[in-house]
């Protein structure tokens, strides 16, 4: 079973304009959509499409809450969300224009009782399980709480998979998640560089592996991605083409591809290559990847 965690899930409304976003007016949409989803939930949903038993867990509050659970069990996923006191689930608000903008919440204030109820889900993890951890946590949270997570659950011979930055990623890298997923603007943030050729990637991803992490998954939006796996080997794989959509959600679901193809198979470079498609093929579309997109984007790679 994979087990996802989304502290500060979110109902995306995502408006589209004709032309550019207009200041000190009225902008009329032309069409428009509600996503439900926060990183660990896109993951989910993912790995659901490919086939994929999956639970996501997290928290929501008020009645956007109420109606994110909704929406999800309506798509058939399956969750095992805290419900929470104070605040609301948050609407961010997606704007695809000329140039892309974006609005988002705040989120429900997570308090240590909900802390606690999170902690007893955590105990249905079971050895040779996997665990991700993706996203940002609210204000209320302190920056290790992944951290804390991850020495909860040590020697349970659970794998943990780690989608975030900053602080959330720094801590982690000690206790040697299976995979960490940076793109590339994030590593040289981390490192104080920009980087611009692979091998300057490369270095940069030895560097997080000498940290800790196992496997470095680096996305390079259309340049593809750059795989430095757990024996030291590096994998790189292009983009297919298409016609970009939609970035929301393509890291999630590079991340829900690659595990799916590695639980799948233990080798990474069809890991590599079925997160590229999946990432690529929500990258083509409005939303989350469908499974005939995915499969289409797999045989042309």
């Not at 890991?271 to 045989?299: R, V």
Request: some cysteine.
């Amino acid at each position: 079973m994979i087990y996802t965690v989304t502290f500060n899930p979110a109902i995306d409304y995502v408006v589209h304009l004709n032309g550019g976003l207009k200041t000190n007016d009225i902008n009329r949409n032309v069409a428009e959509e509600y996503q439900f989803g926060g990183k660990g939930i896109n993951v989910s949903n993912v790995l659901c499409t490919l086939g994929f038993d999956t639970i996501a867990l997290g928290f929501v509050a008020g009645f956007t809450g109420d109606g994110l659970e909704k929406g999800l069990q309506e798509m058939g996923l399956k969750t095992d969300l805290i419900h929470v006191a104070g605040g609301m689930t948050r609407i961010n608000v997606k704007i695809k224009a000329e140039e892309e903008a974006e609005i988002n919440g705040i989120g429900p204030n997570i308090t240590c009782d909900d802390m606690a109820e999170l902690y007893a889900k955590l105990d249905a993890i079971a050895e040779g399980d996997m665990l991700v951890l993706s996203g940002s946590v609210p204000s209320c949270l302190p920056s290790d709480t992944y951290e804390k997570i991850m020495v909860y659950l040590h020697g349970k011979g659970i794998q943990v998979a780690v989608d975030t930055t900053k602080d959330l990623l720094v801590h982690v890298l000690k206790h040697h998640p299976f995979m960490i997923k940076p793109n590339h603007h994030e590593l040289g943030e981390f490192f104080g560089r920009v980087l611009e050729t692979d091998g300057e990637i490369i270095v940069c991803a030895k560097k997080m592996q000498e940290m800790g992490a196992r496997n470095i998954l680096v996305s390079m939006a259309g340049d593809g991605a750059l795989l430095l796996d757990e024996t030291g080997e590096c994998h790189r794989i292009g983009c297919p083409k298409g016609t970009v959509q939609n970035s929301v959600g393509a890291g999630d679901s590079m991340v829900a591809g690659f595990l799916a193809g590695y639980i799948k198979t233990g080798d990474y470079d069809y890991a590599l290559k079925l997160g590229t498609a999946a990432g690529s093929a929500t990258a083509f579309s409005i939303g989350l990847a469908a499974k005939e997109e995915i499969d289409y984007l797999m045989a042309a790679l």
